[in-house]
């Protein structure tokens, strides 16, 4: 097999031949880990900020990130053709701890969404769907003729459907909208054709009203609160606008770093965790707001661009989906705090405090880098 | 659609991603874009109206209540100070369940529910954000311990400390003073509400109220940045408060004992006056109550007892008593007679002991009339008819002057308007006049009301202050002094709406001696005999040693008021007349005037010529006489 051979294949100009790099070596697209490092460092700052300047979050979040990039160097180290051929049994995996959760989970504020093995470890298993799902569908359709038919279209739904109602009975309807989401992600790279896209689309406006009704209570509160935020400004509104005053009150070149006062001074709720972004826009304003999404528009196209570079469909579509996926997290909590979209306990990909998002976060871009650099040319 | 073919087309498969992942990407830009078309908006559009919210959020402004000024009588005692409250206030915005918070708190201190309701009410008042509310006032220390050892588990209750009005002297100066109360929604309607900003309180009588506008000082400000919970991190900027003016006052409250001792556990009240400036040295109203009561809001029980009171403690005798002079105006009625020429030093009636109109049936009978059985004084001119306090002569005279002219007189000395120029709740009294009775009782002036005014009955009636400042334009030969309490500490004086009177001039020398002299005779003439000396001598007259002028009187209880309910031995007590005594002293050179009043308390000369004895003589000589205290207070 010789360049000039694969030069000539179809489409070869995308898979175009190089010299195997150091990154290739180790398994790691340098500049996505550097994305994901300077994203990482940022986000640490901010949470110095957030956190009143104290030490431990930050170290506690660093040590974090630490555990994060060895579960994405140890996951880009695998074949990408191991998790394809166990992906049915992983997928079993997780809906088992789905299953689990729903008997014995711990209750909190109403909810099981965790899983505790006493000593052992506790974790969400809806985080690890975020990354099973678009793993099942992509190896779904990885043998199948695309754009899906039909009956394969079905299936991929029933089997986006199950993981998607156990998380809604948990309940937890924002992590179950993402995760379904990510399924549907796979469906689109598929080549499912537009006119189902926009007739499901169609479906779901019409729909929407009727979804009112399944709606409890605080999700309602929720949606009424992002309507009118003003409506109850020391209850449920109170998040939203403080938010908002927050990113407003920051301007241009925001109050400098440390000096915001809607945070320190405990006005900003969450400031850590979901809204700590609220916590940028107030102390390096517009500027600081645009430097992070512009951070993370190159790392979603540097993940479109291995997806796409990927040599096999199941590669393509689990990189796609989860880059996706990765994006939806960043334009959810965002919007969420800037007051476009009601309040669901989304955290900011990399940036804000919190535990089991970092590793599942770092484990999918782990496997988007083994499926790079375990490139073959297979025909 | 096309057929699939049978072989995987991968070349076909990766061309439809490329295509979706392209447009995926394209979609990704552009809700980031909208993103950031969002935070354009929030942060450079709107940025002036968050900026100004997160200020708002941060920087509360808070008043800084400015301490009332002091009162002081006019040898610098404190009459009025502020002490330290301890106050549980609870900030509702704070308190995530309020029913509950009071719920414990009514566990472990024990609330009334008259507290509660009143809370709920202030709760409801418009209040700043996280401005406190007060629950309970004057917390004990042992309250305050309680209340710590819980506090953790109620979030948003606090111990405030507060400097609130207190009246060291309790009772004895509370009708002199006045007193502050808790502002109340009416008072809360009409006042500044950023004058009033952290105060509680409102003075709402006497001079309290008078001179509000000075006591209360300029409130202050700080800003201070809170956080959400309310605490403040730190203060910004600061205005201090200006406090109130302190004010010293004519009164004397060694005096105000004096005549407190003097009147004892009677009913009755003294105003005394230096004639020098009209400052009133003593106002005496008994019974009294405790201001200090009010201060920090009284239960209803404790109120309803004050207020239902037969005796009503509430009520200012001095200044809202309105009461028949009785014989006390006979001085001033003839010096009318003088002045106009209608009787001179030397003219003497006959006094039988009853007076009749001409023409008429009615008999108008002489105070000794019963006494004396045969009849009256006998042979009478003025002066004796003021030393013996003959009522057929003055009828006589009061006829010859008219009721125009009486009145006019009367007038000349303040009777009928209210002349005291910081006093809020003082009386007109009652001069009544032809056009009077017209209007308020649609009937003519009859010559026989001519006569019940001659001395001081019929509609007429005056206040102790009144009487007392007539008194003093005696004794001052008709130089006009306005009755005041202030002596110094504010402007607010001269800006009084009571009725500015003019001195009296055009009255001789000799008239005024002759007036004088013949009070004098009242308390100083005596051994001359039955039905000879001045009617206050036995009573005060033998064993002084000072020259004082005076003149006993009696009021007709008109009507009883509250009396039906009461048994007959009080409601007899209730029916007696009411002793007057006016007097001043020295009389060459007048230091003080007074009136002295006993509710029910029988004959002026008896009853309240020694209490005016008492207080004189405390004022002159700095001491009174136990013999004088004991006739005084009615022990003899």
Redesign the interface.
């Known amino acids: 097999m010789s360049h000039d051979f694969v030069r000539q294949l179809?489409?070869a100009g995308?898979n175009s031949p190089r010299k195997a790099t150091v990154g290739d070596m180790v398994h790691l697209d340098l500049p996505m880990v550097f994305l994901l490092l300077v994203i990482s460092a940022y986000g640490l700052l901010i949470l110095y900020s957030a956190g009143g300047q104290r030490t431990e979050p930050v170290m506690s979040q660093g040590l974090k990130i630490l555990a994060g990039v060895v579960v994405m160097v140890l996951a880009a180290q695998i074949s990408p053709i191991f998790y394809r051929r166990m992906a049915p049994w992983i997928f079993l995996a997780g809906l088992a701890t789905l299953v689990l959760v729903y008997f014995f989970g711990l209750e909190i504020k109403g909810s099981r969404r965790w899983l505790r093995i006493p000593g052992v470890i506790s974790f969400q298993p809806s985080e690890i769907m975020k990354l099973v799902l678009p793993l099942i569908l992509a190896w779904y359709f990885h043998d199948r003729?695309?754009?899906p038919?039909a009956r394969h279209v079905f299936w991929s739904l029933v089997i986006i459907a199950i993981p998607v109602m156990l998380i809604a009975f948990q309940p937890d309807l924002g992590t179950s909208l993402i995760i379904g989401a990510s399924g549907l992600?796979v469906l689109?790279?598929?080549?499912i054709q537009w006119r189902l896209v926009f007739s499901a689309i169609g479906i779901g406006v019409i729909s929407a009203p009727a979804l009112w009704f399944v709606l409890r209570d605080y999700q309602r509160q929720r949606i009424l609160t992002l309507l009118n935020p003003e409506s109850d400004p020391?209850g449920a509104g109170w998040n939203i606008i403080?938010s908002?005053?927050?990113?407003?009150?920051?301007?241009?070149f925001g109050k400098g770093l440390f000096q915001g006062?809607?945070s320190h001074?405990?006005?900003l709720p969450e400031s850590q965790t979901d809204f700590i972004i609220a916590v940028l826009?107030?102390e390096l304003?517009?500027a600081g707001?645009?430097f992070l999404?512009i951070l993370?528009?190159l790392l979603?196209?540097r993940g479109?661009i291995l997806?796409?570079q990927a040599q096999?469909?199941f590669g393509?579509?689990l990189c796609?989906s989860i880059t996706?996926t990765f994006?939806v997290y960043v334009?959810v909590n965002?919007?969420m705090v800037?007051?476009?979209l009601p309040v669901v306990g989304v955290p900011l990909p990399l940036v804000s405090f919190g535990g089991t998002s970092i590793l599942t976060l770092f484990a999918g871009f782990g496997i988007l880098m083994s499926v790079h650099t375990h490139r073959r040319i297979t025909? | 659609m096309v057929e699939p073919l049978a072989l995987k087309d991968h070349t076909w498969e990766s061309r439809i991603f490329l295509k979706r992942i392209v447009v995926g990407f394209g979609i990704l830009v552009v809700l980031t874009l909208f993103l950031v078309a969002r935070f354009f908006y929030l942060q450079i559009v709107q940025h002036d109206v968050y900026a100004t919210l997160s200020d708002k959020n941060r920087i509360q402004v808070q008043p800084l209540p400015p301490t009332r000024g002091l009162i002081y009588d006019r040898n610098g005692e404190l009459l009025a100070d502020n002490s330290p409250s301890f106050n549980l206030t609870i900030t509702p915005e704070r308190v995530d369940d309020i029913g509950g918070t009071l719920e414990h708190l009514n566990r472990i201190l024990g609330l009334r529910d008259d507290e509660i309701e009143a809370f709920e009410k202030r709760k409801k008042r418009r209040r700043r954000p996280f401005e406190s509310v007060p629950l309970l006032y004057r917390l004990t220390q042992e309250e305050i311990a309680i209340f710590s050892v819980d506090r953790h588990m109620m979030p948003g209750v606090e111990v405030e400390a507060r400097l609130v009005r207190h009246y060291p002297r309790g009772e004895l100066m509370v009708h002199a003073v006045g007193s502050v109360r808790r502002i109340n929604e009416a008072d809360a309607r009409r006042i500044d509400p950023v004058a009033y900003a952290g105060t509680d309180h409102i003075g709402k009588i006497g001079v309290e109220k008078y001179y509000e506008p000075d006591l209360l000082g300029q409130v202050g400000y700080q800003q201070v940045e809170i956080d959400a919970r309310g605490r403040v991190m730190k203060v910004m900027e600061s205005t201090l408060p200006v406090p109130g003016k302190n004010l010293i006052l004519h009164v004397d409250a060694t005096l105000q004992q004096a005549a407190v001792d003097a009147l004892g556990d009677r009913r009755g009240t003294v105003v005394a006056i230096e004639p020098e400036t009209g400052g009133i040295l003593a106002m005496v109203s008994k019974p009294g109550y405790d201001p200090n009561l009010f201060v920090t809001g009284i239960d209803h029980k404790t109120y309803a007892s004050l207020r239902d009171s037969i005796d009503v403690p509430l009520f200012n005798r001095a200044i809202q008593g309105q009461y028949q002079p009785g014989s006390t105006i006979k001085p001033i009625i003839g010096l009318a007679g003088l002045v106009t020429g209608l009787i001179t030093a030397d003219y003497f009636i006959e006094d039988p002991g009853w007076f009749q109109l001409p023409g008429k049936e009615r008999l108008y009978r002489d105070w000794n009339w019963r006494m004396s059985g045969a009849g009256g004084h006998g042979k009478v001119n003025l002066q004796k008819a003021i030393y013996r306090s003959c009522n057929v002569y003055f009828y006589t005279l009061s006829v010859k002057l008219g009721i125009d002219r009486i009145d006019d007189y009367l007038a000349l000395f303040g009777l009928g308007v209210n002349t005291a120029l910081d006093l809020p709740e003082a009386k007109n009294g009652l001069l009544p006049s032809r056009e009077w009775k017209k209007e308020n009782r649609g009937l003519p002036w009859y010559p026989g009301d001519t006569v019940n005014i001659g001395i001081g009955q019929g509609d007429m009636l005056v206040t102790p202050l009144q009487l007392a400042t007539a008194v003093t334009v005696i004794a001052n030969r008709g130089r006009w002094v306005a009755p005041r309490m202030l002596q110094s500490g504010s402007d607010l004086l001269n800006r009084s709406d009571a009725t500015r009177m003019d001195s009296i001039e055009l009255i001789p020398t000799h008239v005024w001696d002759y007036i004088i002299g013949s009070m004098e005779k009242v308390v100083h003439r005596g051994n001359q005999g039955f039905g000879e000396n001045g009617t206050a001598w036995a009573h005060i007259g033998r064993d002084i040693n000072y020259r004082m002028a005076g003149k006993s009187g009696t009021a007709q209880v008109v009507e009883i008021k509250q009396g039906e309910e009461y048994d007959e031995e009080i409601l007899d007590e209730r029916q007696r007349k009411h002793a007057w005594f006016v007097a001043f002293a020295p009389v060459d050179k007048p230091k003080i005037a007074l009136a002295v009043l006993l509710e029910n308390g029988g004959g002026g000369s008896e009853v309240a010529a020694p209490v005016a004895r008492a207080i004189l003589d405390h004022h002159l000589l700095g001491s009174v006489a136990p013999h004088v205290a004991s006739v005084a207070g009615g022990e003899e």
């Open positions: 179809p489409g995308l003729h695309l754009p038919k992600f689109l790279l598929a080549g020391l403080q908002k005053t927050a990113i407003g009150s920051g301007g241009l006062t809607q001074l405990d006005f826009g107030e304003g517009f707001v645009v999404l993370y528009i979603v196209g479109v997806s796409v096999d469909t393509r579509l796609g996706f994006f334009f965002i919007g800037s007051g476009i025909l």
